[in-house]
């Protein structure tokens, strides 16, 4: 049966997440939250696998930013670059998919696309790093390819603004993906509607 639906898991690499020196303020909250979607997802791809001998009805692709070094601190290869959350790969639990890009938008990357067609892929599940910057623009890049998507409120966010706390940043984020049609959700009420169904999968409102 063709996967519908794919997590996409934006940019929480070393740098934005984990630096003391250059981490986002609310990286432990992204973090947690990421921790919670992706054991919650995983255990629902491993019980269709193992107990009920399904293949893996979703799929989890990892977005990896790289730069030069004169661009900043995501250099491929490097600590900073490094991804927060493992992919897993092999057949028994279904494979894991990372796709890098050099700007913000993924869908920049035909690979995201391609792996997103093959694999029947109709709905994209999205969270990250950062909210108004590579979040948005592959929300944009979802929606302009034909994908329904999904936001996971509080399991995004970015640096202050000059005029803008990050909260303030993320709820506008939310508001413009909004108005092209995007779902927004709470990362807990999407992940609780995952548990009762044994699926991950809309709607949840």
Same mark, same amino acid.
């Given at each position: 049966?063709?996967?519908?639906?794919?997590?996409?898991?934006?940019?929480?690499?070393?740098?934005?997440?984990?630096?003391?020196?250059?981490?986002?303020?609310?990286?432990?909250?992204?973090?947690? #939250?990421?921790?919670?979607?992706?054991?919650?997802?995983? +255990?629902?791809?491993?019980?269709?696998?193992?107990?009920?001998?399904?293949?893996?009805?979703?799929?989890?692709?990892?977005?990896?930013?790289?730069?030069?070094?004169?661009?900043?601190?995501?250099?491929?290869?490097?600590?900073?670059?490094?991804?927060?959350?493992?992919?897993?790969?092999?057949?028994?639990?279904?494979?894991?998919?990372?796709?890098?890009?050099?700007?913000?938008?993924?869908?920049?990357?035909?690979?995201?696309? +391609?792996?997103?067609?093959?694999?029947?892929?109709?709905?994209?599940?999205?969270?990250?790093?950062?909210?108004?910057?590579?979040?948005?623009?592959?929300?944009?890049?979802?929606?302009? #390819?034909?994908?329904?998507?999904?936001?996971?409120?509080?399991?995004?966010?970015?640096?202050?603004?000059?005029?803008?706390?990050?909260?303030?940043?993320?709820? +506008?984020?939310? #508001?413009?993906?909004?108005?092209?049609?995007?779902?927004?959700?709470?990362?807990?009420?999407?992940?609780?509607?995952?548990?009762?169904?044994? +699926?991950?999968?809309?709607?949840?409102?």
């Amino acid at each position: 049966m063709p996967s519908k639906t794919a997590i996409l898991v934006v940019d929480i690499q070393n740098s934005l997440a984990t630096d003391p020196g250059t981490k986002i303020p609310h990286a432990a909250r992204v973090c947690e #939250a990421g921790t919670s979607i992706l054991q919650v997802a995983r +255990q629902i791809r491993d019980t269709r696998v193992r107990e009920h001998s399904l293949p893996p009805d979703f799929i989890i692709v990892f977005v990896q930013h790289q730069e030069s070094p004169e661009e900043g601190l995501l250099v491929f290869g490097t600590d900073p670059w490094g991804l927060v959350f493992k992919p897993r790969q092999g057949l028994e639990n279904g494979e894991d998919f990372v796709v890098a890009k050099s700007v913000r938008n993924a869908f920049s990357n035909p690979v995201l696309e +391609q792996i997103l067609r093959e694999h029947g892929v109709e709905e994209l599940v999205i969270f990250g790093i950062q909210s108004e910057c590579c979040v948005e623009a592959t929300c944009h890049g979802a929606i302009d #390819a034909g994908f329904a998507i999904t936001l996971l409120s509080g399991a995004h966010s970015t640096y202050p603004e000059p005029e803008a706390r990050p909260e303030e940043i993320e709820a +506008q984020v939310e #508001a413009r993906v909004r108005a092209r049609g995007a779902t927004v959700v709470r990362w807990e009420d999407a992940v609780e509607v995952w548990e009762k169904k044994g +699926q991950v999968l809309g709607p949840y409102q």
